[in-house]
């Protein structure tokens, strides 16, 4: 990483900060990011964690970053991950981005169950969440048939073109 990429770095993790999103993935060419933060209400350290990216920006690693959950007042220690092992476990999983930008929501209204949970098994076209864009409720549905393993974002949360919503284990 050259020292361009670890300033939007910083400045992406102050963004994810002010707004409160609690977790992010980054992918550019080799480079592989994710930030977790923990839903404890306390602040993060980003200093600390601002000085680890320092520290790996001096190593040219073709493995991807990860960082795993960031508690309050404290910042896990990075862990590189192969790429093969990275790539292996992607494959066997179907990931269900965005398609558009707007405000993800997990359920129809405020106070009423999930469209869909971890461990919820899915079908080709059952909904998943609805995403808000300008007043449009639009809903997002399943383009996989198998096994709900990972939600990626937090209801209320902003979402991207692309972002991540889902994981589906394929059958």
Avoid: W
Avoid at 105 to 129: H, R
Avoid at 143 to 150: C, L, N, T
């Amino acid at each position: 990483m050259n020292s361009e990429d670890m300033k939007e770095l910083k400045e992406l993790i102050e963004f994810l900060k002010e707004n409160k999103i609690g977790e992010f993935d980054l992918e550019r060419g080799d480079l592989k990011v994710r930030i977790k933060f923990a839903q404890e209400g306390g602040q993060t350290d980003l200093t600390s964690l601002a000085r680890l990216l320092s520290a790996q920006a001096g190593s040219a690693q073709a493995a991807p970053i990860v960082l795993p959950e960031i508690s309050a007042g404290a910042v896990a220690q990075a862990a590189p991950v192969t790429a093969a092992k990275s790539e292996e476990a992607q494959e066997s999983l179907h990931v269900v981005k965005s398609p558009i930008v707007g405000t993800f929501y997990e359920s129809p209204s405020p106070g009423t169950p999930a469209f869909v949970k971890v461990g919820d098994q899915v079908e080709v076209g059952q909904i998943l969440c609805i995403i808000e864009a300008m007043k449009l409720m639009n809903e997002i549905e399943c383009d996989a048939s198998g096994e709900i393993v990972k939600r990626f974002v937090q209801s209320g949360q902003p979402v991207e073109y692309g972002q991540s919503l889902f994981a589906v284990r394929p059958r």
